[in-house]
């Protein structure tokens, strides 16, 4: 079956810009995860959704990032007023529900002039 | 607070040498740990998964894993090294009394194989 896919694969952006990254979770996946990875670095937790509500957002940096699952499928996550710090790939993953394992998404590659 | 630590961030072995990749966590209660993979411009891929069964954990592509609690380490390793095994390693774990978790990562070490 098709893997968690992510769009756009790229995204150039100027500071100050509002931008959304979508992500489509693996079908039947439960969970649904946000992760950003800077040049580097290791992935970092955002968010994480159980169905269509957050169920742990402590990884936003801060109030300028907001992520939706409205229909507890696919799901968005929105930057306000980006700076240049905010340049990474953002990665989403899912998992069934129960199971540990969660599956990635290749990422956005997000890149704010 | 759960986290990783992997010792060096590049790793260069020869070509049908033994890989070995270092990670050491930080967990008040046994963890989940993972080995994932990540080639170059590709999304992160699963290795192996440690999840309180047996110790020493096969994933594919040759890899696998060894829990060592007195330790706290999972360390990667592999017989025998391909060119194709080239990428960026991550060591990461989640906390187990969670049904659905974040997972913590460490920094990623960097395999070069030499031909």
């Known amino acids: 079956g098709a893997g968690v896919s992510q769009t756009p694969s790229n995204k150039v952006t100027e500071k100050g810009k509002y931008v959304e990254l979508r992500c489509d979770p693996i079908?039947?996946?439960?969970?649904l995860y946000w992760y950003r990875q800077s040049l580097g670095q290791g992935p970092e937790f955002l968010i994480y959704f159980q169905g269509t509500g957050a169920a742990d957002d402590s990884g936003l940096p801060n109030d300028r990032f907001f992520a939706v699952r409205p229909e507890g499928s696919v799901s968005t996550l929105k930057i306000q007023r980006t700076e240049r710090g905010d340049s990474a790939v953002y990665l989403c993953?899912?998992?069934?529900?129960?199971?540990?394992?969660?599956?990635f998404g290749p990422g956005t590659r997000l890149t704010v002039l | 607070a759960q986290s990783v630590t992997q010792l060096g961030s590049h790793v260069s072995v020869s070509e049908g040498a033994l890989v070995l990749l270092r990670c050491n966590y930080s967990?008040?209660?046994?963890?989940?740990l993972f080995w994932y993979v990540q080639y170059p411009n590709q999304g992160l891929q699963l290795l192996l998964k440690?999840?309180?069964?047996?110790?020493l954990v096969k994933g594919i592509n040759g890899f696998e894993a060894e829990f060592k609690k007195s330790e706290t380490s999972f360390h990667l390793t592999k017989p025998s090294a391909h060119m194709s095994d080239a990428a960026e390693y991550f060591c990461a774990v989640s906390d187990p009394n969670s049904s659905a978790s974040k997972i913590i990562f460490g920094s990623g070490t960097r395999l070069s194989i030499r031909p």
């Open positions: 993953a899912s998992s069934r529900e129960g199971r540990n394992e969660q599956f």
């Open positions: 079908s039947g996946h439960t969970a």
């Open positions: 967990s008040s209660v046994p963890p989940y």
């Open positions: 440690y999840t309180s069964a047996a110790t």
